[in-house]
């Protein structure tokens, strides 16, 4: 049997403390004006002390759970993608996985920064068409604020901490049925982990370490990167320039999202951007970008939704989803 997959429901969760960006600038040399216009960031949502990827985590699963009307009894799989789990080991999705009551199935952590969620997804999609899982749950969630320097302008401003989650379930397609997860596009390239890289980690210096970045180039590798990945999903399936409902790209920066925009022929009103609300939330920007355009009806059953990230590693890559 052929089976594939399918959102069959969103979530999300943010901290409900927000520091904008006249805020930040108290602490550190930089203005409003200077953000808004850099990367269209107003203002983040910053986890307080004892509020963890889990929490978060957990609640943006439980909120997605609902929203597909199934429960965590019926989940086989649980996927948390992060970069900043609460413990080395173990894995941050054994510990949503106990929150929700589970004690069957399997959990694990998936890393590959803000293209985390993509890469999630990807894994999920083919899972469920090897025939492995019939329902899991995929979470994106970062409290990245703890790996930021907050002294250094050039990164600090730029993120924030939330979580987003779908459900995504097996179903078998009628003879040339295109629904649900159409295809996914995973790349990496390891020669530019310097691009943007933490000065530490378990198993070189037994310290968490804090974001380092070069980020007129990965401007540049992003621009590019993107570009190319969209080309290679709408290739993929045959589509035509202005045939994409709706764009939901990684929330980086609103300037790299215009382009990749442009690239596709969409005008702004078919780019879902929640960058200026959220800043660059990780793993957690594209779910909680979804969940935001779910919820609010801008996306409706049928739509053609394309999602892609670019991240630390460098990491990148799309999926298509017809809704
Ligand atoms: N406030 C005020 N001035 C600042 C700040 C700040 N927060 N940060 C840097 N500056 C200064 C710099 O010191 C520099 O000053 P100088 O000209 O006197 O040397 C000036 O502003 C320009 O700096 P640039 O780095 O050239 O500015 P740029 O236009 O490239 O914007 C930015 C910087 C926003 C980081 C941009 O390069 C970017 O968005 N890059 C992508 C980074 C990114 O998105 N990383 C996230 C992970 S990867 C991903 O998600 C795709």
Known sequence: MAYRSRIIGTGSHLPDKIVTNAELAKTVDTTDEWIVERTGIHQRHIAREGETTA??????????????GISASDLDLVIVATTTPDNTFPSTATKVQAMLGMAHGAAFDL??????????????DNFIRAGQAKNV???????????????????????GDGAGAVVVQAFEPEDDEKTGILSTHLHSD?????????????????CVGKVRMLGR???????????????????????????IDWLVPHQANKRILDSTAKKLG???EHVVVTVDQHANTSAASVPLALDTAVRDGRIQKGQLVLMEAMGGGLTWGAALVRW
């Open 55 to 68: 929490a978060l985590a957990f609640q943006a699963g439980e909120n997605a759970l609902e929203a597909a």
């Open 266 to 268: 969409l005008s702004a």
């Open 190 to 206: 390891g020669r530019l982990r310097d691009l943007l890289y933490t000065d530490g980690g378990a198993g070189s210096n037994s």
């Open 137 to 159: 749950l995929v979470i994106g969630a970062e409290v990245f604020s703890r790996i930021i320097d907050w002294e250094d302008r050039t990164t600090c401003v730029l993120f």
């Open 111 to 124: 890393q590959a920064v803000c293209s985390g969620f993509i890469y999630a997804l990807a894994t999920a």
């Open 217 to 243: 180039e990965l401007f540049r590798h992003a621009v590019s990167n993107l570009a190319s990945v969209v080309d290679e999903a709408s290739e993929a399936n045959g589509l035509q320039k202005n045939d």
